[in-house]
């Protein structure tokens, strides 16, 4: 399994993480860990914190794009959950200002991170409908890209880009594909991305006792690494399986879980959804 930092990682304060940005700013591969621990635990401000310090340093070309990416990893989280960093724009252009420069193994990893952001931004504003055009970068992205996690992940939006622009049969076969990637791989947090996405094949397909299973061992990868962020939206589509097939107390209990953990993580886009089931229920 790939964790993006140490087994006591996930337990840092942000106060600890960004006291310690100026001995990460000197470690690129600390301060891009020390982000994702950050990210995983919805704390934004400590995901950016050390990447600002490694920036601050003056790196070399190849160094400051490195820590750029990571940024717009952490503005994807962002927006997703509803709190659009004032920065994303900003990033995004000194990434663009920099990429026909960029060591060619780096070109790939651009590329992914551009288009997920083409994608969230589509997301975030309700223009789906032309998201398959988004699946050539997607694919293209993934034969450049030599790390299984990076590879899986990039073949998981490929796979996702059908399914959100209502072709949602059309995304099992890329979607088993990710999932070989993630599993020869060890990739448990984009393993969890794969399976909450096949559930929903299965559930559009009316097989709820396989999507229940398919979500339930979504949720229980993303508990297990830790990732908090997403935790919600799991437990969220959890909950409308069960209550479809008839276990009205555990979706209600999975839905209040989804309330208390969006709350206490400030994630308004989660909350707002999880009070809007628990009030349909």
């Given at each position: 399994?790939?964790?993006?930092?140490?087994?006591?990682?996930?337990?840092?304060?942000?106060?600890?993480?960004?006291?310690a940005?100026?001995?990460?700013?000197?470690?690129?591969?600390?301060?891009?860990?020390a982000?994702?621990?950050?990210?995983?635990?919805?704390?934004?401000?400590?995901?950016v914190?050390p990447?600002?310090a490694?920036?601050?340093?003056?790196?070399?070309?190849?160094?400051?794009?490195?820590?750029?990416?990571?940024?717009?990893?952490?503005?994807?989280?962002?927006r997703?959950?509803?709190?659009?960093?004032?920065?994303?724009?900003?990033?995004?252009?000194?990434?663009m200002?920099?990429?026909?420069?960029?060591?060619?193994?780096?070109?790939?990893?651009i590329?992914?991170?551009?288009?997920?952001s083409?994608y969230?931004?589509?997301l975030?504003?309700?223009?789906?409908?032309?998201?398959?055009?988004?699946?050539?970068?997607?694919?293209?992205?993934?034969?450049g890209l030599?790390?299984?996690?990076?590879?899986a992940?990039?073949?998981?939006?490929?796979?996702?880009?059908?399914?959100?622009?209502?072709?949602?049969?059309?995304?099992?076969?890329?979607?088993?594909?990710?999932?070989?990637?993630a599993?020869?791989?060890?990739?448990?947090?984009?393993?969890?991305?794969?399976l909450?996405?096949?559930?929903?094949?299965?559930?559009?397909?009316g097989?709820?006792?396989?999507?229940?299973?398919?979500?339930?061992?979504?949720?229980?990868l993303?508990?297990?690494?830790?990732?908090?962020?997403?935790?919600?939206?799991?437990m969220?589509?959890?909950?409308?399986?069960q209550?479809?097939?008839?276990?009205?107390?555990?979706a209600?209990?999975?839905r209040?879980?989804?309330?208390?953990?969006?709350?206490?993580?400030?994630?308004?886009?989660?909350?707002?959804?999880?009070r809007?089931?628990?009030a349909?229920a």
């Amino acid at each position: 399994m790939r964790s993006p930092f140490p087994p006591l990682g996930v337990l840092l304060s942000a106060v600890a993480i960004t006291a310690a940005s100026s001995v990460f700013a000197a470690t690129p591969e600390a301060a891009i860990k020390a982000s994702e621990a950050a990210r995983y635990a919805a704390d934004f401000d400590a995901a950016v914190a050390p990447l600002k310090a490694g920036l601050a340093e003056q790196p070399s070309d190849r160094t400051r794009l490195r820590l750029l990416l990571q940024q717009m990893r952490v503005h994807q989280s962002q927006r997703l959950v509803g709190r659009i960093s004032p920065d994303e724009a900003a990033v995004a252009n000194q990434v663009m200002a920099l990429k026909s420069g960029a060591d060619a193994d780096l070109k790939p990893l651009i590329s992914f991170r551009e288009t997920t952001s083409a994608y969230f931004v589509r997301l975030t504003t309700g223009d789906l409908k032309s998201a398959t055009q988004l699946v050539p970068a997607f694919t293209a992205a993934a034969e450049g890209l030599t790390e299984p996690c990076d590879k899986a992940d990039a073949l998981f939006f490929a796979g996702l880009m059908p399914q959100v622009a209502g072709e949602v049969a059309a995304s099992a076969a890329p979607l088993a594909k990710a999932r070989q990637v993630a599993e020869a791989g060890r990739c448990d947090l984009e393993l969890s991305y794969v399976l909450r996405h096949e559930a929903a094949v299965a559930e559009e397909a009316g097989d709820l006792k396989t999507a229940r299973d398919l979500y339930a061992r979504s949720l229980d990868l993303r508990r297990a690494v830790g990732f908090q962020v997403f935790l919600p939206y799991s437990m969220l589509s959890l909950a409308d399986v069960q209550a479809r097939l008839g276990a009205k107390d555990d979706a209600r209990r999975l839905r209040e879980e989804a309330v208390a953990l969006s709350d206490r993580l400030a994630l308004p886009n989660a909350a707002k959804a999880a009070r809007d089931a628990l009030a349909g229920a």
